[in-house]
């Protein structure tokens, strides 16, 4: 009875997404800790920063380990990300940011990526035929996560009044669902002798980063991260900025706070909802196509309605959903384009875009708004990045078309 595709795949995954993805939380207690030290924000950011550098490069070596054993490298996850939280509780108590960027950043950052790939694999095994569908569930998990989190770290804070306190606990709460998650995942079927794969030649790294579409698709993927994230880290300032001088000050800050809570809603069910809709494509490179040419069109739109507040959140909105639909579409197209065996080590080696896009997204809008002092520029710059995406995955698409029978790495 415990043997199916909800006990064995969906549950475990959404146990350990729904607890990892809490690492978009990070706001809510950046000020908090930035007071407890003494010290400016921008340096506590740092935290999150490195968490999700390292999130995508423990994920890209991580891959062969998940390939191996998903249950043990479920269980290295949860361990992993419970002791960098628990550690940066530690080192808040000691006033430590070396300690908070070691635990939070370094520690809770490998825990993250090698959770986020490890139950990928086997809900794409369980669910053969949806597999957009499955990913999309799991990796909704993970948009969600920061509203589950704020609502439990929020009344904990209260109560505590302790930052350090409140992480400990959160450490106490995620290991249940982590753990639980680790001990019920498996496969459908042992796939290391799967005569499915009997012709698919071993997967090297060298090989996959030769290989011209696998970067293309790294360039894509980097690039709807990159300009998401340029727009999600200023979404409030950004209406602040528009609004204010129509609606005054007060009514801007309100409408920015409540446009930043729908996104996050956008952001999830964008991730589930392209999902099961490229399950209706012949080729799944099509819903990358869909993605940017909204994501161009909302922001043109915006930019036609001289950045009217009702387009501009309208556009936000539209970017968080497609932000997420970047992510939980990626393994199925890796999946069309290389084939199952080893998708868990090409996921994880794609997953260094995001990396990277963490690095340079946010950073690009601070840059481009202390150089001309407005955020429309910002909108006009995102344009023609968004065009790039869609050309790539355009030409994408017609490889796919040309050469329909997947290529090994």
């Given amino acids: 009875m415990l043997n199916n595709k909800w006990i064995r795949g969906v549950v475990p995954a959404l146990g350990i997404h729904l607890c990892i993805g809490s690492v978009y939380a990070w706001s809510l207690f950046v000020e908090p800790i930035a007071e407890h030290l003494g010290c400016e924000s921008r340096l506590v950011q740092i935290a999150f920063s490195l968490a999700i550098f390292f999130l995508g490069t423990s994920a890209a070596f991580a891959g062969p380990f998940v390939e191996k054993n998903v249950r043990r490298s479920s269980l290295l996850s949860c361990a992993c990300f419970v002791s960098g939280l628990l550690v940066t509780a530690l080192a808040l108590h000691f006033r430590s940011l070396a300690g908070i960027y ?34 999309g569930i799991a990796i909704m998990g993970f948009g969600f996560a920061s509203t589950l989190a704020k609502w439990i770290s929020t009344p904990i ?15 106490g709460i995620y290991v249940v669902p982590m753990l639980a998650g680790a001990l019920l995942i498996k496969k459908p079927y042992d796939d290391s002798v799967s005569v499915a794969h009997e012709n698919e030649v071993p997967f090297r790294y060298t090989g ?18 990159h300009c998401g994230l340029a727009l999600i880290s200023t979404a409030k300032p950004m209406i602040e900025a528009f609004a204010g001088t129509e609606i005054g000050a007060v009514a801007a800050a309100a409408l920015g706070g409540t446009a930043v809570a729908v996104m996050g ?40 309605s001289g950045f009217n507040r009702y387009a501009l959140v309208a556009m936000l909105c539209v970017i968080s959903a497609t932000y997420g639909a970047g992510f939980s579409n990626l393994p199925t197209l890796l999946a069309d384009q290389f084939g ?30 202390a150089r001309f002092g407005s955020y429309d520029a910002v909108l006009y710059c995102l344009i023609p990045q968004f065009a790039l995406a869609l050309g790539i995955a355009c030409y994408v698409l017609h490889k796919r078309r040309t050469s329909p029978s997947p290529k090994q790495a």
Avoid: E
């Fill in 265 to 304: 809603v956008f952001n999830g069910a964008g991730r589930l909802a392209f999902s099961a809709v490229s399950d209706r494509f012949r080729y799944r490179a099509n819903i990358y196509i869909v993605i940017f040419a909204l994501s161009v069109a909302t922001i043109a739109a915006a930019i036609l």
């Fill in 102 to 135: 070691l635990g939070y950043g370094c520690l809770m950052g490998i825990g993250l990526g090698i959770g986020y790939i490890s139950p990928v694999k086997t809900l794409m095994m369980w669910f053969f035929d949806r597999k957009g569908l499955a990913t």
């Fill in 208 to 225: 996959i980063l030769r290989n011209g579409v696998f970067v293309l698709i790294w360039l894509m993927f980097f690039l709807n991260i």
């Fill in 340 to 369: 199952m065996r080893n998708i868990s080590k090409i996921h994880g080696l794609s997953l260094t875009a995001w990396a990277a896009a963490g690095l340079t997204g946010n950073q690009m809008s601070a840059a481009i708004y």
């Fill in 157 to 171: 804070l209260g109560a505590t009044g302790s930052i350090a306190a409140t992480l400990a606990i959160l450490a």
